[in-house]
């Protein structure tokens, strides 16, 4: 801010307004809501990455949340090029399979 102000002299304050913001999400990894979620992904392998996802809202109240799908978002999560294999398509399939027959039997 002082840079501007000394390289524009006479220039008017900038200011910040945040007018929309996702609530961060910080769920244990030992949580039992994880380990199901890893049971309905069929892994083990967890990940938390920087993104904005509408989970947080979820979570404010008291939800337990978590945000599960398939390929990689540490590897190529909101990348150029970014996208899923023909087996990472198959793996979410089995994924919404199992979410289905563990809500719906």
């Not at 945040?18 to 030992?30: E, H, I, R, S, Y």
């Not at 939800?63 to 190529?76: F, K």
């Amino acid at each position: 801010m002082d840079q501007i102000r000394r390289r524009y002299d006479g220039a008017r304050p900038i200011g910040v307004v945040v007018f929309n913001a996702c609530p961060g999400l910080n769920v244990a990894q030992d949580s039992p809501t994880v380990e199901w979620a890893c049971t309905l992904a069929g892994t083990t392998q967890t990940a938390k990455v920087d993104v904005g996802t509408g989970a947080g809202f979820f979570a404010q109240p008291g939800l337990e949340t978590v945000v599960i799908g398939p390929g990689d978002m540490v590897a190529d999560g909101h990348e150029p090029d970014e996208g899923l294999s023909k087996a990472d398509l198959a793996a979410g399939n089995a994924m919404m399979a199992r979410i289905g027959a563990a809500l719906w039997g």
